[in-house]
């Protein structure tokens, strides 16, 4: 895999007070930003570490280019479908910025010598950046490698033991670059599009949460009805108090202001024993919204929405309260396995189910896009 320094642009924190409100809102006012003068230039090209603190647990990774052409051949694995409304936005964004401001996030299997080098690096020399979030509970920091010779071997061994990448948050972003590589020629040397801005965390460096769903409407049935088709797919029970899943092949629900387990009946899990994965998602699609409740196209029906597993039961429940006849489900959180084993078979998870942290902020390590 081929990784590149790039000349960054980047924030000044002594003229930012909340980077709350500041780097949430980089994407729209970035221009803005750049014109009132909260951005500077490094004077050459560098790659760069990223820890973040948050969550109970501390996420370190580097931030480099990589390739468009990896993911053009194929060795950027993804394990989302692309929607083209989607893809069109990201371009805009691009074209309006002339900027890429939030790196692509890649996970890779670890490198034991790339670890310890960026751990060496954070022990010996001073972070240039600090941000404090308060309503995310995070705190960020980042360090500048300029020196050629850390480049060179990071390159290098990037070069001979990394064979593959996957995409863990930035589908959109990466398949609107590759447009627009192709657009601009992909012969052209001067092609801006060649290099993508990509945070790169081992997947030891990374956390996968649950992605939960809120549906509206029993499709007619009422919740005793409901209930007792359930009951032909799983063994239910009834719980005292609001709770997530503890283990693969188990979700919670939570109907008519009541908590319920519900594992997956073995003769379910038999018929799906040829498969070489087994997703709670995909059999909650197929067994529950297709077969019960007749939603088909899960990316298009209005009566499903999605609440991402960082977020409390108490909001899960909140925001099902907030609609007539709503109701939830609670998935148990896909593995980093099962998720490289998806991914490597090119296969496609269901629309939003995966919640990965860290997420390196749109605005901190900006690349500059001349698109003449």
Known sequence: MQIQPFQAVYPDMGLISSADHFFSSVKERFNDYVESGFYQTFPKEAVFICRIKGRGRTYTGLIACVDIKEYLQGRMKRHEKTLAASEQEQIQGLMNRGAQVKPVMLTYRKVEEVESLV??????????????????????????????????????????????????????????????????????PDNPFRWLPCSLFPTSEIEIYDYNRIIEGLN??????????????????VLEYAQKPVKKHELTLYLEGEWYRLSWRPEILGAYKNEEVILDVDLLNDKILVELLDIVDVRTDLRVKYVQGVK????????????????????????????????????????????????????FLVRNVEMG
């Open 119 to 188: 751990q060496h690096y954070i022990e010996n020399n001073d972070h240039f950046i600090e941000a404090i979030f308060d309503t995310l509970g995070e705190v960020h920091h980042f360090w500048k490698i300029k020196e050629e010779a850390l480049i060179a071997r990071l390159q290098k061994l990037f070069a001979e033991e990394v064979q593959g990448t996957y995409i863990s948050d930035g589908h959109h972003r990466t398949s609107s670059s590759a447009l627009m590589f192709k657009r601009m020629g992909e012969d052209n």
């Open 220 to 237: 007619g049935f009422s919740a005793a009805s409901f209930m007792a088709k359930l009951s032909q797919l799983f063994e239910i029970e």
């Open 312 to 363: 409390t039961l108490n909001v899960l429940k909140d925001k099902t309260l907030k609609g007539e006849g709503r109701f939830a489900f609670c998935l148990y959180p896909i593995s980093v396995a099962d998720f490289l084993m998806v991914s490597d078979a090119e296969g496609v998870l269901p629309p939003k189910s995966t919640w990965v942290e860290p997420k390196v902020r749109s605005g």
